[in-house]
C-alpha cells in the first residue's frame, strides 16, 4: 500500500511531466492534486507528443486511472477539448475520475483574471488569464460552484444568480465591462454536465479503497514550491498549493498514506510571470540555456525567465515538501559551457545564508547569490544509458547538487524521451 507525492522544488516546469510519465507505469493512480489548466505537462511517447494541461498523465497508460482529485479547478470546456484532442490521438480516456468536489471555473472568472492583471498594470502578477486565481478566491468566499452541482440545474442556477449579481456588479461597474447573462452560462454548462456525467466519482473513496486492495497511487502536482500559495514568493505565486501537503488535502488522502515524495528538480531554474528571481540570466548565457532548453511555457507558450540552480531555493523544497529524493531534469541543456555556476548561499545585509532569513519576503528581493563554479563538459549526454556513461564534470556537477541539497538524486534526466533516464543507486 503506497502512495508517491511527485511535486517541483521550483517555480514550475522543471519536467514533472516526464517523471510522472516514468513512474505511472508503476501505479494504479495517478492524480492532479491542485491547479488548472494553468499548467502544463508535455509528454513524448515513442512518436507522440502530448500536451496536456488538465488531464493526469497517466491517462497513456491502459492500466492506469487518471483522477482529477478535489483541489484542483476545472474549466469544463477546456477539459472537453483536451479529452477530444487525445482521443483524436487514438488514447482511450474513458477510465478519467473525477472528483464532485472540484470547483468550476467560470467564464466570469476568465474574465476578472484578465482584466484585474489589467488594473494591477505594473504590478501585475502575469497569470496565465485561466481564471485561477478568482476560481480559487470564490471557493475561499464560499461562492464557488463546484462539478457536483452540474447534477441538480435547479441549484446551479440558484447559486449562479447569487454570485452573478455580484461579479457583473464589479465587471459593470468597477471594470467598465458587459454583464454576463445567467442563461447562457446555464444552457453552455448543461451540455458539459452531461459530457462529464459519466467521468464524476467520490474520488477520495475510490483511492481509499483502491489503496486498501494494494493499489498504488501517484499524487501529481502542478506548478512548483516556490509558486505556492501559503509557501512561495507571494503574492506572485499561483492560488492553490503545490507543495506536497497540497497533495493531501486536494486527494483525501492522509499523511500516514504517503510512502515518498519525490521532488522534481532542473539542472538550472526557470520562472514564467514576475517576481523574485534571485539568479536569474540576463545574459548570453541565459540566452543559450533558454534556447537549448526550449525554455517557452506550454500553456501560454511565453519566454521563460533562466537563471543558475539555486540552492537554497532546494533547500527550501526539502524541508518544506520533506522530500525523500530528486529526479533531476534537463542535465543535457547544461552540455557545451566551459564552466557551470551553481548558487550554494545568498548574501544579504552582509550577512551568508544557506536557508532563507527570517524576512523571506524582502531578502528574496535584495539577496544577491554567492557561486560556486564547476567545470563543464562538451560530450552529448543525450545518448548515455547508465549514470557511468556520463563525463565525469557532469557526474561531479550532479553530485555537487546532492551535496548542497542534502537529499539523494535518484534520476537524472538527460533528454526528452521516457529511456534518457539514468537512475542511481542512493
Ligand atoms: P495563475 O496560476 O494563472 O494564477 O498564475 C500565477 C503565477 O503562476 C504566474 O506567475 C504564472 O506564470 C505562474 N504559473 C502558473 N502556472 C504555471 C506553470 O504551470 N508553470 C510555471 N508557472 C506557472
Known amino acids: 500500500m503506497s502512495a508517491i507525492i511527485i511535486v517541483g522544488t521550483q517555480w514550475g516546469d522543471e519536467g514533472k511531466g516526464k517523471a510522472t510519465d516514468l513512474l505511472a507505469d508503476q501505479v494504479d493512480y495517478v492524480v492532479r492534486y491542485q491547479g488548472g489548466n494553468n499548467a502544463g505537462h508535455t509528454i513524448i511517447v515513442g512518436d507522440t507528443t502530448l500536451k496536456l494541461h488538465l488531464v493526469p498523465s497517466g491517462v497513456m497508460y491502459p492500466d492506469v486511472t487518471p483522477v482529477i482529485g478535489d483541489g484542483v479547478v476545472l474549466d469544463p470546456g477546456v477539459l472537453l477539448e483536451e479529452l477530444d484532442g487525445l482521443v483524436a490521438q487514438g488514447i482511450d480516456v474513458s477510465r478519467l ?25 505594473k504590478q501585475k502578477l502575469g497569470t496565465t488569464k485561466r481564471g485561477i486565481g478568482p476560481t480559487y478566491a470564490d471557493k475561499a468566499a464560499r461562492v464557488g460552484l463546484r ?15 447569487a454570485v452573478l449579481r455580484e461579479k457583473n456588479a464589479i465587471l459593470t461597474r468597477v471594470y ?37 486492495r494494494g493499489e498504488t497511487v501517484l499524487l501529481e502536482g502542478a506548478q512548483g514550491t516556490m509558486l505556492d500559495l501559503d509557501h512561495g514568493t507571494y503574492p506572485f505565486v499561483t492560488s492553490s498549493n503545490p507543495v506536497s501537503g497540497g497533495a493531501l488535502s486536494g486527494s483525501g488522502l492522509g499523511p500516514k498514506d504517503i510512502t515518498s515524495v519525490i521532488g522534481i528538480t532542473k539542472a538550472y531554474v526557470t520562472r514564467v510571470g514576475t517576481g523574485p528571481f534571485p539568479t536569474e540570466l540576463f545574459d548570453a548565457d541565459g540566452e543559450k540555456i533558454a534556447r537549448i532548453g526550449h525554455e517557452f511555457g506550454t500553456t501560454t507558450g511565453r519566454a521563460r525567465r533562466v537563471g543558475w540552480f539555486d540552492a537554497v531555493v532546494a533547500r527550501y523544497a526539502g524541508r518544506v515538501n520533506g522530500l525523500t529524493e530528486h529526479f533531476l531534469t534537463k542535465l543535457d541543456v547544461l552540455s557545451d559551457f566551459e564552466t557551470l555556476k551553481v548558487c550554494r548561499a545568498y548574501e544579504y545585509q552582509g550577512e551568508e545564508y544557506e536557508h532563507f532569513p527570517d524576512d523571506f519576503q524582502t531578502a528574496i528581493h535584495k539577496s ?24 565525469d564534470n557532469a557526474k561531479r556537477y550532479v553530485e555537487h547538487l546532492e551535496q548542497l541539497m542534502d537529499v539523494p538524486i535518484r534520476w537524472v534526466s538527460v533528454g526528452p524521451a521516457r529511456r534518457q533516464t539514468l537512475e542511481r543507486t542512493i
Open 97 to 121: 475520475k473525477i472528483s464532485g468536489n472540484a470547483h468550476l471555473i467560470m467564464p466570469y472568472h476568465r474574465e476578472m483574471d484578465a482584466v484585474t492583471e489589467r488594473y494591477l498594470g
Open 368 to 391: 544577491t547569490p554567492i557561486y560556486e563554479e564547476l567545470p563543464g563538459w562538451k560530450e552529448d549526454i543525450t545518448h548515455c544509458e547508465r549514470w557511468d556513461d556520463l563525463p
Open 176 to 212: 467598465n465591462r458587459l454583464p454576463m447573462k445567467a442563461a447562457d452560462i446555464e444552457t453552455e454548462y448543461a451540455v458539459y454536465a452531461e459530457r462529464l456525467q459519466p467521468y464524476i466519482c467520490n474520488t477520495m473513496q475510490l483511492l481509499h479503497e483502491g489503496m486498501e
Open 147 to 161: 462539478v457536483q452541482d452540474l447534477y441538480d440545474m435547479k441549484i446551479f442556477r440558484q447559486k449562479l444568480d
